[in-house]
Structure formats: structure tokens, C-alpha cells
T-cell receptor, first 113, second 114 residues
Framework: NAGVMQNPRHLVRRRGQEARLRCSPM?????VYWYRQLPEEGLKFMVY????????ESGMPKERFSAEFPKEGPSILRIQQVVRGDSAAYFC???????????FGPGTRLTVT | AQSVTQLGSHVSVSEGALVLLRCNYS??????LFWYVQYPNQGLQLLLK??????LVKGINGFEAEFKKSETSFHLTKPSAHMSDAAEYFC????????????FGKGTRLSVIA
């Protein structure tokens, strides 16, 4: 059973470009979470999705950021018009239905130049 | 609202010495508590979790943690540090309803000196 997969692992974007981060959850997992890790900081929750539904987006900036988890395919975190402050590691985690731990992917490290 | 405080952003121990990483939590509801480890440029790996069963929880790689409700603490320990334990450690909390976002502490970087 493959773990949570994220791609790309590293992404470089110039200010004003768009960044698309992908996350494929573990097999059988229908819950996906996105977290952001800034340098010297812990992980901060951004958004929680189930298939075709956003359950909680309280941690996601209102502007420029969006997320989806379609019926088919990976979850996508999209950042439009990136700025230098968006440079961070973005982690995706998945979990099965019901109480349980979250399994993390290796992360996508976004650098905005 | 839930929160986690990890005392000490950096802890340094000698190889073979006791490892103690501190975590205090705040939660208005009974919590689930977790310790994760992160090696450089990697994702987070679950070390152990507390889910309201036994208060002393054993995890992987010889780590364990004790849930103390009276102290709102969930400190991580290992009797004898190994060089391979050098990493960043994160304590996290969620509520017992399950499938809720984790709230993380800022992390503690563990260095192991030969």
C-alpha cells in the first residue's frame, strides 16, 4: 500500500505565477488535509476535504488560495499570483473515515523568487 | 480552541542519555494527542498516539509518552538516545470526534552528541 504521494517535491515560481500542488491519499482514505510549514514554525492547518466537499477551510487565506478533491484524481492546492511570503513547505495528510491518525506525505517545497 | 506548547525549541543530549521532550496542551474537550517526527526534508512520521486508553503510550523506535490530565502534559521520553534520533519532533492535538485538523506545537529540534 503506497503512502501519501505529493508532487512536485520542489516547485519554484516567480512572483505573480500560479502554483499547483497535488496530493494522492493512501488507498482507502477519503479524507485529505493540507498544512503549511513556514521556516522555524510548526505545521498550520489550511483546509480539510472529503471527496468533492470542502469540510473546513478555516485555515486557508481567503484570497488567492483554493483547494479541491474531485471524485477522481488527486487533491489539488492552488495558489494564484504567488508572493514571496507563500514560500513554505506544504504537506498533505490523509486518513480513513472515523477517528484515527493522519498519514503525511513528503511535502512540496515551494520557493517564490 | 485547542493549543499545544512545546517547551524548548532545541534540545541537545549525549548519545545514550535520556531524552525528554516536553509538550503541554490546552483543550476544552478530551483530546487525542500525537507525537510526530520529521527528518530533514521529509514528511512527518507518527511516533505514537494517545486515544484515551492507557495513559502510558509506547511508540516506535523506543519512544514513549505519558498522558497526565492533571498537568495537561504529554511529554515524550526515550531512555537512551541514539544518533539516529536527531530530528524535529512535533506534538499535536485533536479532539475525540475524529477526523479533525491537528493543532501542532512549534516543534523541538533534538540533537544527539557523540
Amino acid at each position: 500500500n503506497a503512502g501519501v504521494m505529493q508532487n512536485p517535491r520542489h516547485l519554484v515560481r516567480r512572483r505573480g505565477q500560479e502554483a499547483r500542488l497535488r496530493c494522492s491519499p493512501m488507498k482507502g482514505h477519503s479524507h485529505v488535509y493540507w498544512y503549511r510549514q513556514l521556516p522555524e514554525e510548526g505545521l498550520k492547518f489550511m483546509v480539510y476535504l472529503q471527496k468533492e466537499n470542502i469540510i473546513d477551510e478555516s485555515g486557508m487565506p481567503k484570497e488567492r488560495f483554493s483547494a479541491e478533491f474531485p471524485k477522481e484524481g488527486p487533491s489539488i492546492l492552488r495558489i494564484q499570483q504567488v508572493v514571496r511570503g507563500d514560500s513554505a513547505a506544504y504537506f498533505c495528510a490523509s486518513s480513513p473515515p472515523g477517528p484515527g491518525e493522519q498519514y503525511f506525505g513528503p511535502g512540496t517545497r515551494l520557493t517564490v523568487t | 480552541a485547542q493549543s499545544v506548547t512545546q517547551l524548548g525549541s532545541h534540545v541537545s543530549v549525549s548519545e545514550g542519555a535520556l531524552v525528554l521532550l516536553r509538550c503541554n496542551y490546552s483543550s476544552s474537550v478530551p483530546p487525542y494527542l500525537f507525537w510526530y517526527v520529521q527528518y530533514p526534508n521529509q514528511g512527518l512520521q507518527l511516533l505514537l498516539k494517545y486515544t484515551s486508553a492507557a495513559t502510558l503510550v509506547k511508540g516506535i523506535n523506543g519512544f514513549e509518552a505519558e498522558f497526565k490530565k492533571s498537568e495537561t502534559s504529554f511529554h515524550l521520553t526515550k531512555p537512551s538516545a541514539h544518533m539516529s534520533d536527531a530530528a524535529e519532533y512535533f506534538c499535536a492535538v485533536s479532539d475525540l470526534s475524529g477526523n479533525t485538523p491537528l493543532v501542532f506545537g512549534k516543534g523541538t529540534r533534538l540533537s544527539v552528541i557523540a
